[in-house]
């Protein structure tokens, strides 16, 4: 269901160059700064479902643009998101536990440094363009 979400381009896949592509299809080459958009953004952004909302409550057709995850590109953000998922995960383990206060600070701190680490970096990629 998920794979429904995104339309099969492989024809279009990384063909912004202004030349024609394998489905006859081409890019005016005065797009250049298309071009450059594309691959300074290429494998830092991907799209996820957004979560239910009032006006998409079965979350069919709500999406939203995250830095991507586990690409390598930006090790800090890695860091801080496998730091959070630990943190999730230690508070489910200890629902009922005076513990899970200190955790959830932690998790609240951690989540905090992830915003500014996005925020950070979505103004560096937007100066680039």
Avoid: C, H, W
Wanted: negative net charge; glycine residues 6%; without cysteine.
């Amino acid at each position: 269901e998920d794979d429904a979400a995104a339309p099969d381009n492989e024809d279009d896949d990384d063909d912004v160059s202004g030349k024609e592509n394998s489905s006859g299809r081409g890019v005016s080459s005065g797009n250049k700064p298309l071009s450059d958009l594309y691959q300074t953004i290429k494998g830092s952004v991907e799209i996820v479902r957004a979560g239910p909302s009032l006006s998409d409550p079965n979350n069919q057709y709500s999406y939203q643009f995250q830095l991507a995850s586990s690409s390598a590109k930006f090790p800090e953000l890695d860091q801080l998101r496998t730091k959070e998922e630990r943190f999730l995960s230690q508070q489910q383990q200890t629902k009922n536990n005076n513990n899970n206060d200190t955790i959830g600070r932690n998790l609240a701190i951690v989540r905090n440094e992830i915003s500014i680490v996005e925020s950070q970096i979505t103004r560096t990629l937007i100066a680039s363009m």
